[in-house]
């Protein structure tokens, strides 16, 4: 079935500092979601890509798409204490939105004041 | 925005009793609902999907029976886990996708409930 790799698992850094993760796949994605998982949270959604080569911009925040709808990355600038938590990235199994929402194995952020 | 109303948030349960996990779409009608398991430091893996109506679909390796999906009404998705053991202990999220939920594309989740089977 449809999976989508997501890289690195873990990630420490100084407040301030840069932050990327990346997610991969092997076919190509309809579209690409984004959420965060605050420790004991649940997941709340950023944001979602559906075109090639497309990138949006939340803030610090930066998401993009890849040309071939193959991978995708978030990275934040200037990290801050409040961007702690685990970065999923999703895609639907199915074609469009509202298909099951598969997720990638996230990455923790850790930041250091 | 959309909610997804889900509890109990937290149950510690005897090894073989069951417990039941509600999730109710407060102001929107959900006709269909993902329901994930969380273990500790890992990703949601999906359970199954419910629908409103007609019988839940179950992922690969899903024990039917062991975890009991009904989509009573549009507002209404439960997860049973029967004969709950310790390996069962997790955190169980349910979500609407963003059809049923409105202002936007992304999915609605629960709460999340965190079982313990003691």
């Known amino acids: 079935g449809q999976q989508v790799m997501q890289i690195p698992q873990y990630q420490h850094v100084q407040e301030g500092e840069d932050f990327t993760t990346y997610c991969n796949s092997s076919t190509t994605l309809s579209n690409i979601q984004w959420y965060k998982q605050r420790p004991g949270g649940h997941p709340v959604f950023l944001i979602q890509?559906?075109?090639?080569?497309e990138v949006k911009k939340q803030k610090r925040l930066t998401f993009q798409f890849g040309e071939a709808k193959k991978n995708s990355s978030l990275h934040i600038t200037a990290t801050q204490t409040t961007d702690v938590g685990t970065y999923f990235c999703a895609a639907t199994r199915s074609s469009g939105n509202t298909g099951k929402l598969i997720f990638g194995q996230g990455t923790t952020l850790q930041v250091k004041p | 925005g959309a909610v997804v109303s889900q509890h109990p948030s937290w149950v510690i349960c005897k090894s073989g009793t069951s417990v039941k996990i509600e999730c109710r779409s407060l102001d929107f009608q959900a006709t269909t609902m993902f329901w994930y398991r969380q273990f500790p430091k890992q990703s949601l893996m999906l359970m199954a999907t419910?629908?409103?109506?007609?019988?839940?679909?179950?992922e690969q390796g899903v024990e039917k029976d062991k975890f009991l999906i009904n989509h009573a009404s549009l507002t209404l998705s439960t997860l049973t886990v029967t004969s709950a053991h310790p390996e069962d202990s997790s955190f169980y999220i349910c979500?609407?996708?963003?059809?049923?939920?409105?202002?936007?594309?992304?999915?609605?989740f629960g709460s999340g409930t965190r079982l313990t089977v003691v």
């Open positions: 979500s609407a996708p963003p059809k049923a939920a409105p202002g936007g594309y992304g999915y609605t």
């Open positions: 419910s629908n409103e109506g007609s019988k839940a679909t179950y």
């Open positions: 890509l559906v075109k090639s080569g």
